[in-house]
């Protein structure tokens, strides 16, 4: 599986972005794909994931503004961002893997990582 992320930007607290994933390979479905993003100098972190069955989890600083979805037909996964603060600013990645649902948050349960994009958020 490869993964190609797009979409990110500079933007200003309050705005939304719709980060997109594009993934090749017919077996897109059968992964659960995530996002995760890594500030400067700080370690990769989890941000949200959809599994295989629609399930989703987010990470709790963001689960009320930000929506991970999926779309099966175009092997696309989609992060809608809004209300977006100084603090969302990072490299965002997506991932594919398969995770157990006790270890959607973790990055080394991911096989397949894009190689990321750039949002920055001023104030």
């Known amino acids: 599986v490869q993964l190609q992320a797009s979409g990110g930007g500079l933007v200003q607290t309050g705005d939304s972005l719709r980060l997109s994933c594009a993934a090749s390979?017919?077996?897109?479905?059968?992964?659960?794909m995530a996002w995760f993003r890594q500030a400067p100098g700080k370690e990769r972190e989890f941000v949200a994931a959809?599994?295989?069955?629609?399930?989703?989890i987010y990470l709790d600083s963001v689960k009320d503004r930000f929506t991970i979805s999926r779309d099966n037909a175009k092997n696309t996964v989609y992060l809608q961002m809004n209300s977006l603060k100084p603090e969302d600013t990072a490299v965002y990645y997506c991932?594919?893997?398969?995770?157990?649902?006790?270890?959607?948050?973790?990055?080394?349960?991911?096989?397949?990582w894009g190689q990321g994009t750039l949002v920055t958020v001023s104030s």
């Open positions: 991932a594919a893997g398969r995770p157990i649902t006790s270890q959607l948050r973790r990055t080394n349960k991911y096989d397949y």
């Open positions: 390979g017919r077996t897109f479905r059968a992964y659960t």
């Open positions: 959809k599994t295989w069955s629609g399930a989703d």
